[in-house]
C-alpha cells in the first residue's frame, strides 16, 4: 500500500526524498551511510564515549515508571559498544501533545528494529525536552468532541515563559480539567478506560515531565523505548 503524496498537497522536495531522488543523493551525499553497516559500526558506535552518562539520565528520567523485559534488555544492549541508537523527540506536551508525537515515536521503533535485523543491535530512544520555557505550548493540546469539532484543553490557566517545563508541577486545578475532558470527548467503549489511565497519570503534586513520561511508557514501553530527559542532559557529561 502506498499514499499519493502528491493528490495530497505535498511538496515536489517531499515526494522527491521518498522516492529517492536522485536529486538527494547528489545533493545530501551523506545520506548514503544510512545503508552501509560498517560506517555506523565503526564512526558512531564505537566513538561514542558517553554510554554511561546515557544510561545514567535514562535510568534518572525513567525512575516512575515500571520498566517492561524489553526496555531492561535494551538498557543492557546500550552499554555495549556496538550498539546503536535510533532517537527521536518531543517537547513535553499535557496529554502526549500533537499525534506526531508517537507517529515520530513509533518511526524510530521501526528504524531500530530494522537496523537490528540488518545485523546492527538499534535501540530506540525518545527525548524529551523539558528545558524550554514555553509554558503555552506544553500546556495545551485540542481534543475532538462528540461532533468532531477540535476543541483546545489547556492543563493550567498560568502561562509563563520564564519557567522552565521541567520545574512545572500540576495543582488542584489538573481535576477540574480532567473533568471537562471526560465531558468533552464522546463517549465509547473506551472512555471509562482512558479517564482512567489520565487520572492515574495527571494528579496534582506530579511534574509535567512526569505526566508525559509516564504516558508515552503506556503507549510505547511495550515496544522497549527509553526516554530521557533533556533536564538530566543537562547536568551530565554528556
Same mark, same amino acid.
Not at 53 to 76: D, F, G, K, P, Y
Not at 203 to 225: C, K, N
Given at each position: 500500500y502506498s499514499i499519493d503524496f502528491?493528490?495530497?498537497?505535498?511538496?515536489?522536495?517531499?515526494?522527491?526524498?521518498?522516492?529517492?531522488?536522485?536529486?538527494?543523493?547528489?545533493?545530501?551525499?551523506?545520506?548514503?551511510?544510512?545503508?552501509n553497516p560498517q560506517y555506523w559500526l565503526d564512526e558512531r558506535a564505537q566513538r561514542f564515549d558517553s554510554r554511561?552518562?546515557?544510561?545514567?539520565?535514562?535510568?534518572?528520567?525513567?525512575?516512575?515508571?515500571?520498566?517492561?523485559?524489553?526496555?531492561?534488555?535494551?538498557?543492557?544492549?546500550?552499554?555495549?559498544?556496538?550498539?546503536?541508537?535510533s532517537v527521536t523527540g518531543q517537547q513535553v506536551g499535557f496529554l502526549g501533545g500533537a499525534?506526531?508525537?508517537?507517529?515520530?515515536?513509533h518511526t524510530a521503533i521501526r528504524f531500530a528494529e530494522n537496523r537490528t535485523a540488518s545485523g546492527l543491535e538499534t535501540v530506540p530512544i525518545f527525548w524529551i525536552e523539558d528545558n524550554d520555557a514555553d509554558s503555552a505550548e506544553a500546556a495545551k493540546t485540542s481534543v475532538l468532541n462528540?461532533?468532531? =469539532?477540535?476543541? =483546545?484543553?489547556?492543563?493550567?490557566?498560568?502561562?509563563?515563559?520564564?519557567?522552565?517545563?521541567?520545574?512545572?508541577?500540576?495543582?488542584a486545578h489538573i481535576?477540574?480539567?480532567?473533568?471537562?475532558?471526560?465531558?468533552?470527548?464522546?463517549?465509547? =467503549?473506551?472512555s471509562l478506560d482512558t479517564m482512567t489511565l489520565l487520572r492515574d497519570i495527571y494528579?496534582?503534586?506530579?511534574?509535567?515531565?512526569?505526566?508525559?513520561? =509516564?504516558?508515552?511508557?503506556?503507549?510505547?514501553?511495550?515496544?522497549?523505548?527509553l526516554f530521557f530527559r533533556q533536564k538530566e542532559l543537562v547536568s551530565s557529561d554528556i
Open positions: 502528491p493528490a495530497l498537497g505535498f511538496s515536489r522536495l517531499f515526494t522527491d526524498f521518498i522516492d529517492n531522488s536522485p536529486f538527494f543523493a547528489d545533493a545530501f551525499p551523506a545520506n548514503s551511510t544510512l545503508e554511561p552518562a546515557l544510561v545514567a539520565a535514562i535510568q534518572a528520567t525513567m525512575r516512575t515508571v515500571s520498566l517492561t523485559a524489553q526496555q531492561e534488555h535494551n538498557l543492557r544492549l546500550l552499554e555495549k559498544r556496538t550498539t546503536l541508537a499525534l506526531y508525537t508517537l507517529l515520530k515515536a462528540a461532533l468532531q =469539532e477540535p476543541i =483546545e484543553v489547556s492543563c493550567t490557566q498560568e502561562i509563563t515563559t520564564s519557567t522552565p517545563v521541567a520545574e512545572r508541577v500540576f495543582d481535576t477540574d480539567v480532567l473533568n471537562t475532558l471526560e465531558s468533552t470527548l464522546p463517549s465509547s =467503549e473506551f494528579r496534582e503534586g506530579v511534574s509535567w515531565t512526569q505526566a508525559f513520561t =509516564e504516558l508515552l511508557q503506556h503507549f510505547l514501553g511495550r515496544y522497549g523505548m
